[in-house]
């Protein structure tokens, strides 16, 4: 699967070639600040098939935090399009890809943070915290 996006404004631009490592929703607390509230549609790529194409993001990793993530966001427009784990994964938001339906969402983690408005479909495989 070939994925192309980038940030609002278009300052930052990536791409990914590769099999996707999970497609999912991720309701967790940290996300909702991201997201605006809602659940976070990610798509996980394996770390050596994401690089960037155009411009370079600022990264923020908080210092307050045992195992903290590295977030990606342009500086320009503050679009958020990337989180790096300390794994060899990218975690790729699903809304800055160029076409987002590219990616379905399979599986809803961290729903022990699952806010009363948040939606799961029928059917999909949810997870308190992450699959075991
Ligand atoms: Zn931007
Ligand atoms: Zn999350």
């Known amino acids: 699967m070939k994925l192309e996006g980038g940030c609002y404004c278009g300052a930052v631009r990536y791409e990914a070639e590769g099999e996707p490592l999970m497609q999912a929703q991720c309701h ?19 770390i050596d098939s994401f690089k960037y194409t155009k411009g370079a993001p600022k990264q923020f990793t908080r210092k307050d935090l045992e195992k903290p993530v590295t977030r990606e966001l342009c500086a320009e427009c503050g679009t958020h399009m990337v989180t790096r784990p300390q794994r060899p994964v990218v975690v790729v938001k699903v809304g800055t890809l160029d076409q987002p339906a590219q990616i379905m969402p399979k ?18 495989p949810a997870f308190e915290r992450r699959p075991t």
């Open 107 to 124: 599986v809803a983690i961290f729903t022990i943070d699952k806010q009363p408005f948040h939606h799961v479909p029928d059917g999909m």
């Open 28 to 46: 967790c607390r940290e996300c909702q600040y991201i997201t605006g509230g809602s659940p976070n549609m990610f798509v996980a790529m394996p």
